[in-house]
Every structure is written in structure tokens, then in C-alpha cells.
T-cell receptor, first 110, second 115 residues
Framework: RKEVEQDPGPFNVPEGATVAFNCTYS??????FFWYRQDCRKEPKLLMS???SGNEDGRFTAQLNRASQYISLLIRDSKLSDSATYLC???????????FGGGTRVLVKP | DAGVTQSPTHLIKTRGQQVTLRCSPKSGHDTVSWYQQALGQGPQFIFQ???????QRGNFPDRFSGHQFPNYSSELNVNALLLGDSALYLC??????????????FGPGTRLLVL
């Protein structure tokens, strides 16, 4: 079983709609979680960190559920520019190694 | 303020050859991590360098080795290349190595094709 698992998608989203997707993690020792965004043939870029209390950054909301070991990302009012692969990432408290999921592809269409 | 830079951007090698990839961290960063991203997959951690020493290593064979220089730049070496080594190799830099950690910033990557 992979340490971080994601639905690969693609999620086809009409422009202006809301989309949400999850990832699950198996290592309960993971302390920090992140969502990275990766555009085609580009490097991953940090979208947001994920906190147990939930956090929001503009149209993006992330949530961590430690009891069920999943992380969610919700995108409101989707824009064409939101089309990308969203990578769920975990990090153990010790050291700084990032463990990535396989990514969820989102396609926003007019 | 320069971000993470990597060279070369693209590389074509044949099976059995050796390759060296280079990374310069973001200004002010002292820790470099290397990741391999195969097509359609998420990045996989190879190893991390801090204070010129390998501090952590992922599940990669000894054919993958690295080095960090006093100026914090780093090299990734892969010997005896296999077709399966074809991937995007990403370098990420951060400051410090203790747990709470800084954000890792990724370079644009080196796309390696092994024929």
C-alpha cells in the first residue's frame, strides 16, 4: 500500500463550479501535510499547508482529519487556470523528507 | 532573489552510461533534497543533503549517489543507467533540517531520457 494515495482523476469541472477531492495516508506518524500544485511539465509549487483546524486561502480550503487519516482540498468558483495536477504531501516530524501521492488531475472547462 | 536552479534542463543518455545532474539552492537555503518523478506519478524521495552529508535516503539503489558542496549546491549522480531511470529529476531546497522545517522550494527539474 502506498503511504499517500490519491484518486488520479481527471475531475472534469465546469468553470465556476466547486470541486473537492481527498487523499489518504497510512503513516499515522506523519505530522505535516501540504497540497502542491503541478502544471504540465513544470515543477511542483506549494499551494497550501494543511492544519487540523482547517485552513482557507481564497477559493481554496484544506482540511486534515487525523482520526480517519485523510486530507481534503476544496476549490470554489473554479477558474480555467485551476487546471493542474494537485499533489497531496505528507512529512514526518523528524527530518524533512516529503512523501507525495500520485496526484489528482483537475480539468476546468468553459 | 534567485530561486532553485537546475542543469541541464534536458538530457539523453543510453543504457549503461553515467549522468550527473546539478542543483543550486535558493538563496539562504542550506538543505537540498532530490526527487525522481516518473511520468504520471508523484515525485519519489531519493536523498537529502545537509552540511555536505547525506542525511536521509529513500528506496533507491546505490547507483544513485550525490554530493553537496560548501556553497550548498548539490549533484546527483546515476551510474549504469537503466531505461527505468527515465524521469524528471527534481531538486528542492529548504533551510535547516530539524522537524518543523521550512517549505521546500522546487527547481524546474532535469528531464532525463535513457534510450
Amino acid at each position: 500500500r502506498k503511504e499517500v494515495e490519491q484518486d488520479p482523476g481527471p475531475f472534469n469541472v465546469p468553470e465556476g463550479a466547486t470541486v473537492a477531492f481527498n487523499c489518504t495516508y497510512s503513516n499515522s506518524a506523519s505530522q505535516s501535510f501540504f497540497w502542491y500544485r503541478q502544471d504540465c511539465r513544470k515543477e511542483p509549487k506549494l499551494l497550501m499547508s494543511v492544519y487540523s483546524s482547517g485552513n482557507e486561502d481564497g477559493r481554496f480550503t484544506a482540511q486534515l482529519n487525523r482520526a480517519s487519516q485523510y486530507i481534503s482540498l476544496l476549490i470554489r468558483d473554479s477558474k480555467l487556470s485551476d487546471s493542474a495536477t494537485y499533489l497531496c504531501v505528507g512529512r514526518l516530524a523528524a527530518g524533512n523528507k516529503l512523501t507525495f501521492g500520485g496526484g489528482t488531475r483537475v480539468l476546468v472547462k468553459p | 532573489d534567485a530561486g532553485v536552479t537546475q542543469s541541464p534542463t534536458h538530457l539523453i543518455k543510453t543504457r549503461g552510461q553515467q549522468v550527473t545532474l546539478r542543483c543550486s539552492p535558493k538563496s539562504g537555503h542550506d538543505t537540498v533534497s532530490w526527487y525522481q518523478q516518473a511520468l504520471g506519478q508523484g515525485p519519489q524521495f531519493i536523498f537529502q543533503y545537509y552540511e555536505e552529508e547525506e542525511r536521509q535516503r529513500g528506496n533507491f539503489p546505490d547507483r544513485f549517489s550525490g554530493h553537496q558542496f560548501p556553497n550548498y549546491s548539490s549533484e546527483l549522480n546515476v551510474n549504469a543507467l537503466l531505461l527505468g531511470d527515465s524521469a524528471l529529476y527534481l531538486c528542492a531546497s529548504s533551510f535547516g533540517i530539524a522537524g518543523a522545517g521550512e517549505t521546500q522550494y522546487f527547481g524546474p527539474g532535469t528531464r532525463l531520457l535513457v534510450l
